[in-house]
């Protein structure tokens, strides 16, 4: 049985709203056992809540994205700590810091993270985190939120850091402190060369695989939607970098998530 599971996609984005059921079916027919939905708003965090009670192979994360930021209001977050201890919410994300776009001043950004990231620690749930032009920045938090966690070598990671674009050097950062790095089908441009160089260097059990969708397509489909279905895009590139199998590479990262994620699979979802 060959599966994967697609660590941060957003089916509830309105790219998916006329054909959400299809593209849901095409990853389970694909082998794509597991797909994690993030929030990132009010609304896009009760859609994800709505679409993975009806589906065994969605799971549900909830948080405020940093673009976000500005308008969270502590009565959001309160909403937010009750949705994050709901049993049918496996993590807390997207929630992060943006210094690229800066949709948000960078004060409100860290602000809001901080917030997010207690209650992570406080309902001991993991956290899919975004950085971008951030990722020295978010290291700090990260850590004091990983030790609150009471993470240590061994016991099962704390947090992802979802389509990391730093330096193979900055990812090994986040590992010694608890993180799992995910890579996206970008690892499939030409000039991504650093991806590649992260997915060769990290141990297999430091590694998680997603998509992103809608953002973000593999090579072949720039320009296109993306859709879970294409995580084995990601999972083909991760192996072919590593000069292992593709199905080496699906089934530790399949395991990587679900244990971090507290999860198993549906069983009918796979094939062969
Ligand atoms: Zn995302």
Not at 149 to 163: K, L
Not at 239 to 244: F, I, L, Q, T, V
Not at 252 to 262: E, K, L, P, S, W
Request: charged share 20%; hydrophobic share 45%.
């Amino acid at each position: 049985m060959r599966v994967a599971f697609d660590s941060h996609a957003h089916l509830q984005d309105p790219a998916f709203e006329r054909d959400r059921e299809k593209v849901i079916a095409r990853a389970e027919e694909a082998g794509v056992s597991g797909m994690l939905l993030c929030g990132y708003d009010t609304h896009s965090n009760l859609e994800t809540l709505a679409i993975a009670a009806g589906h065994p192979a969605v799971f549900a994360a909830v948080g405020f994205h940093p673009h976000e930021a500005k308008d969270v209001t502590a009565e959001m977050l309160e909403t937010l700590a009750g949705q994050a201890a709901r049993p049918d919410v496996v993590a807390v994300g997207e929630i992060g810091l943006d210094f690229y776009r800066d949709h948000s001043p960078q004060d409100a950004q860290l602000r809001v993270l901080k917030a997010q990231l207690e209650i992570a620690e406080a309902v001991a749930k993991p956290v899919s985190v975004h950085s971008r032009a951030a990722e020295d920045a978010c290291l700090e938090p990260l850590s004091a939120y990983a030790a609150g966690r009471g993470w240590a070598p061994g016991t099962p990671p704390v947090g992802i850091m979802h389509c990391f674009g730093g330096t193979l050097e900055q990812a090994r950062r986040y590992v010694d402190v608890g993180f799992l790095i995910s890579i996206a089908c970008p690892i499939t441009y030409p000039s991504n060369e650093e991806s590649r160089r992260m997915a060769a260097g990290l141990p297999l059990e430091a590694i998680v695989v997603e998509t992103d969708s809608p953002y973000l397509p593999p090579q072949k489909l720039r320009g296109r939607r993306n859709e879970p279905a294409n995580v084995w895009r990601a999972i083909e590139a991760v192996a072919a970098a590593r000069g292992e199998s593709v199905a080496s590479v699906a089934a530790a990262t399949t395991h990587n998530a679900t244990r971090i994620f507290g999860v198993t699979l549906p069983t009918k979802v796979g094939i062969s």
